[in-house]
T-cell receptor, first 116, second 116 residues
């Protein structure tokens, strides 16, 4: 089965440090999402790419978060500087979306980030 | 503004009985709805979806019902099995013309526990 690969699976870092999370979407998928899961908010959308172009990053704190897709096989989410409130599980998901087509994204296993 | 709401944080059901998970939405532009299941330490996995042109979709033990006038959808699991114990998320998408197509908004999730 094709899968979305996220690295690292776990990350513990000190407040103020830079954190980079990586995602390898499924080959051929044209849409990539970054979500964050917290106890209070459930799954929050952070950023969204279609054909590598950023479409919506309104859910992301712009001053510290950035998301990019340098190529079709890699999406990155960076936090600089990190803060304890950023502690959460970050998920990447990819899918092949066409107008009028049924879809269900494939999620990676997530990166559990702890900022101390 | 929570556009997709799952008002029951948890549900407990006996094995063999029916599980009914509910979801309400506020955005009348939503036209595609999905359910995801999530086990601990894993990413959400796609379960079943329904388009707004239908009011029911069935896949094995899983059936999703959509009531557009009430802006309500539900997931029925019959019969429930202990392996169904997981967090269930509903999600919705709106065709806004172009770039936002396929963007998913998630509810907070419902923890389902099926007792043997």
């Amino acid at each position: 089965d094709a899968r979305v690969t996220q690295t690292p699976r776990h990350k513990v870092t000190e407040m103020g440090q830079e954190v980079t999370m990586r995602c390898q979407p499924i080959l051929g998928h044209n849409t990539v999402f970054w979500y964050r899961q917290t106890m209070m908010q459930g799954l929050e959308l952070l950023a969204y790419f279609r054909n590598r172009a950023p479409l919506d990053d309104s859910g992301m704190p712009k001053d510290r978060f950035s998301a990019e897709m340098p190529d079709a096989t890699l999406a990155t989410l960076k936090i600089q500087p990190s803060e304890p409130r950023d502690s959460a599980v970050y998920f990447c998901a990819s899918g092949l979306i066409t107008l009028g087509g049924a879809y269900g994204y494939t999620f990676g296993s997530g990166t559990r980030l702890t900022v101390v | 503004d929570q556009q997709v709401k799952q008002n029951s944080p948890s549900l407990s059901v006996q094995e063999g009985r029916i599980s009914i998970l509910n979801c309400d939405y506020t955005n009348s532009m939503f036209d595609y709805f999905l359910w995801y299941k999530k086990y601990p330490a894993e990413g959400p996995t796609f379960l079943i979806s329904i388009s707004s042109i239908k009011d029911k979709n069935e896949d094995g033990r899983f059936t999703v019902f959509l009531n557009k006038s009430a802006k309500h959808l539900s997931l029925h699991i019959v019969p429930s099995q202990p392996g169904d114990s997981a967090v269930y998320f509903c999600a919705a998408s709106a065709y806004a013309g172009g770039t936002s197509y396929g963007k998913l908004t998630f509810g907070q999730g419902t923890i389902l526990t099926v007792h043997p």
